[in-house]
């Protein structure tokens, strides 16, 4: 991102009680919160807002990155430990840094849109982009930079080589919109809609209209849809727009939708206007009627709006991780090029690290007002900061630049360029993000590097995951550790790429059921603690290789480790001791309670780590007293362990269900499991939790059948009238077990909940699509957002554990992170 710099100086008399200035000269034109998204160190000011844990604990690390100025609160802070630093304290690190971009924001008077509602704020903002371009500079928020944080990172991108700004904020509940107000000053409003979100922060939807509505309270200009004016809208000028025939300053009176298009009719000052946008949905239908009314009012000609409109671009929310040929990882971001996103790709790309090389194949970067020269400048130094070794240029002004390129460098006028000369055989072992503007046509690229896979594909929603994470770490006791378990390839999910994303986050320990999962895991750069949960004799000079910690159930296991330390000769490897409290599956029961403790006594090589049980019905009210008695039960036996050996270690014996329904029971360190994977026990906290998995295909074959007409092996599905039969690309060796056929199974096509017709075959299955309107190639979602994981389960007589982690793994799984 580009911003003007400031001296720390300049900064400290905006916003500091107190300061130790060492580098009283030091330009800073970055801020930041994440101590693992750092692009330009040295011109960096780091912020040290609360959370979970402690972010002063990041500024050691910050600093050998050559991180030299932070935003501390902490008056007792080791100062003396960072002689080349300057701090700054506050009492408050987030309203430092709201007041801060609240300060900034003053010395620019260029206009600046400022965009809120419920949904669409994104789509409208990146529309407007794209429809402004060609006669403004434009500085916008990145990709959904809108929250109390996100708000001034984005409005510290002003600088004085805009003229237009554009900014969405949002807001999750009363009496927050207030500061992002001062921060963002619009110009001019756009509430894009009330809906449902963020509804259980508010009392009612009005409560909720009021609040966005503070967002333009010295708004020039209000464009806003006509049912959501109230009388108190202070604005002398409102624009409004309607879709059910209210009077508006833009009426709609007729929407008609074609297969992949929309012609939206309206009247404006009483003339019969109309415009083409390439999409049909009823969403993008409203986010174009809003940038349409903005165009308006901001004075374009209906005729360029309607040439524009009709080129709109989709707006893709999201990066996609593939497996890519020459066992490379293929990061897809082929819809845009700009510098601010760009940052935000390359940080998702250092997340990964099944490989340690990487390779950027970019496009000429459009980052209207800013200098050619200084762009691409800045764009080498980013390259350097962000390790890469591998650098792809494509278009005219690479080109241009190349010789500025000091890292091994590749540089194509055209993508067909490329296509035509590239050896591809140079991304081996390598991670690849892929990221150039629309017009470059980069999927053609990526089609090129990305592995040819089967149309069944499990789609792993990153963002969910991380925010599953989340949700359960905030209902943890300060200074509750938590493990992650990444057993049975993630859930099913795939464990290189969710440990990855775990380590992004911190968690604290990662678990696996067997050495070679863990070997795995290091192999491709997860360093963390992994505990292995059922190590193997035969395994162990692997454990020990790659620093894996087994976790010890008795006698047996626990003899034979012990032996093989003392020969290997390592000094207290850690060991992880199980206690069964009740479960009767695993671990020392009490009885043994005396003799495992002596021989820990006696055999010093091993270091416990920590001491762990697992509750047998943490979900179940019916077994309340059990679980409590579990827990008591583990609390004595873990303390008496830890008082005859005389030091500290964690202790867990917590679950999914359990951190949600058992808080006593968090100890030192929870167990996240199946909740991580938005899948819970307990019905009530279900709600909470996003979805992780979908599992997608593709219908191959329509055939019209008559009544009578047989479908499949055994001619086991009967046509009880004429009708239609969809043949899809999934069946029981894809993981959609046989028991599904004949009807039980159900899947989603456009919405319509479809049901299996005779049985399941190995490679595909039949569905029966009667009465829909329904074509070959049409997606099939099998389970996910719209089709119940829970419901399949149900129709299998088992649990959603059983149906996520049966997905076969020819299913190809593939990442994606909005």
């Known amino acids: 991102m580009f911003k003007q710099s400031y001296t720390v100086e300049e900064l400290a008399d905006l916003i500091a009680q107190k300061v130790l200035i060492n580098l009283p000269q030091q330009l800073i034109s970055h801020l930041s919160s994440d101590s693992r998204k750092i692009a330009t160190p040295e011109h960096t000011l780091f912020f040290t807002l609360k959370g979970r844990r402690d972010a002063h604990l990041f500024i050691s690390q910050l ?69 402004l371009v060609p006669d403004y500079k434009i500085v916008r928020s990145p990709k959904s930079y809108n929250s109390q944080i996100g708000v001034p990172l984005s409005v510290w991108q002003m600088n004085k080589n805009y003229n237009l700004a554009l900014f969405e904020v949002g807001i999750s509940t009363k009496s927050e919109m207030d500061q992002l107000e001062k921060i963002v000053k619009p110009d001019i409003g756009i509430l894009t809609n009330i809906g449902s979100a963020h509804d259980e922060g508010f009392k009612n939807r009005e409560e909720k209209l009021k609040e966005k509505l503070k967002l333009f309270k010295e708004a020039g200009t209000l464009i806003i849809n006509a049912n959501l004016v109230r009388s108190n809208i202070p604005q002398k000028d409102v624009f409004t727009w309607s879709l059910n025939g209210s009077d508006a300053d833009l009426k709609i009176i007729a929407i008609q939708k074609d297969d992949d298009q929309a012609l939206i009719s309206s009247v404006y000052q009483s003339k019969e206007i109309s415009i083409n946008i390439p999409f049909n949905s009823q969403s993008l239908i409203e986010d174009a009627i809003i940038c349409w009314a903005t165009l308006l009012k901001l004075g374009v000609k209906q005729e360029i709006i309607q040439q524009r409109m009709l080129k709109l671009l989709s707006v893709k929310m999201r990066l996609e991780l593939k497996s890519g040929i020459y066992q490379s990882s293929i990061i897809d971001d082929s ?143 300060p200074g509750v550790k938590l493990m992650a378990m990444v057993k049975a390839f993630a859930y099913g999910s795939g464990s290189e790429e969710v440990a990855n994303l775990l380590q992004h986050n911190r968690v604290d320990y990662l678990a696996v059921a067997y050495a070679d999962e863990g070997i795995t895991l290091r192999q491709a750069g997860v360093t963390i603690p992994i505990m292995v949960l059922s190590p193997e004799v035969s395994s162990f000079e692997a454990i020990v290789q790659y620093q894996l910690e087994p976790e010890l159930y008795n006698f047996r296991i626990l003899k034979a480790f012990a032996d093989f330390i003392s020969e290997a000769d390592p000094i207290e490897y850690p060991v992880h001791i199980k206690f069964d409290t009740g479960m009767h599956r695993l671990g020392f029961g009490a009885d043994d309670f005396k003799d495992l403790s002596n021989f820990l006594l006696q055999n010093s090589q091993l270091k416990v780590k ?91 074959q329509i055939k019209h059948l008559k009544k009578g007409d047989t479908v499949g092996y055994g001619r086991k599905g009967v046509m009880l009238e004429d009708g239609k039969i969809a043949t899809v690309k999934i069946g029981y060796a894809d993981g959609y077990p046989r028991a599904l056929g004949n009807g039980v199974g159900k899947m989603m096509i456009n919405h319509h909940q479809v049901h299996t017709i005779g049985s399941i075959c190995m490679d595909m299955c039949m569905l029966d699509i009667t009465g829909l309107a329904i074509k070959e190639e049409d997606e099939v979602i099998i389970f996910g957002e719209k089709a119940s994981v829970y419901e399949m389960a149900n129709d299998l007589k088992t649990i959603p554990y059983e149906v996520i982690t049966n997905i076969s793994q020819r299913v190809k799984r593939v990442y994606f992170y909005e």
């Open 63 to 131: 600093y050998q990155q050559g991180v030299r100025s932070f935003v501390i609160t902490d008056e007792n802070f080791q100062t003396n430990l960072y002689p080349e630093a300057n701090f700054l304290w506050v009492k408050d690190s987030l309203k430092a840094l709201q007041l801060l971009a609240t300060q900034h924001r003053q010395n620019f008077h260029y206009p600046v849109i400022g965009i809120t509602g419920s949904n669409g704020k994104t789509i409208v903002k990146e529309w407007l982009f794209q429809l």
């Open 335 to 477: 819809y845009n090029s700009d510098f601010s996103s760009l940052e935000i790709a390359l940080d998702f790309l250092n997340q990964q690290k099944q490989h340690s090389d990487k390779t950027l194949i970019l496009s000429d970067i459009h980052q209207t007002g800013i200098p050619p020269k200084e762009l691409y400048q800045n764009l080498i130094q980013l390259l350097e900061t962000k390790g890469i070794q591998q650098f792809v240029g494509v278009g005219e002004d690479l080109y241009q630049f190349k010789d500025a390129f000091k890292i091994k460098s590749w540089f194509y006028k055209t993508t067909d360029d490329f296509l035509n000369q590239f050896d591809t055989s140079l991304i081996k072992n390598q991670i690849v993000l892929i990221k150039g503007a629309r017009h470059f046509e980069f999927e053609r690229i990526s089609k090129l590097l990305t592995q040819k896979v089967h149309d069944t594909v499990l789609e792993i929603n990153m963002n969910a995951l991380e925010y599953n994470l989340n949700h359960y770490k905030s209902k943890l006791k």
């Open 610 to 700: 920590s001491v762990l049980s697992h509750l047998a019905a943490s979900d179940s009210d019916l077994h309340s007293d059990y679980t409590e008695c579990q827990i008591q039960l583990f609390d004595k036996l873990s303390s008496s362990l830890k008082s005859v050996l005389g030091y500290d270690f964690i202790r867990h014996i917590s679950n999914t269900s359990g951190i949600s329904k058992w808080p006593e029971a968090q100890f030192d360190m929870v167990r996240l499991g199946i909740g991580l994977y938005g899948i819970e026990s307990i019905e009530k906290e279900r709600s909470a939790l996003h979805n992780v998995a979908t599992l997608k295909t593709t219908i191959s």
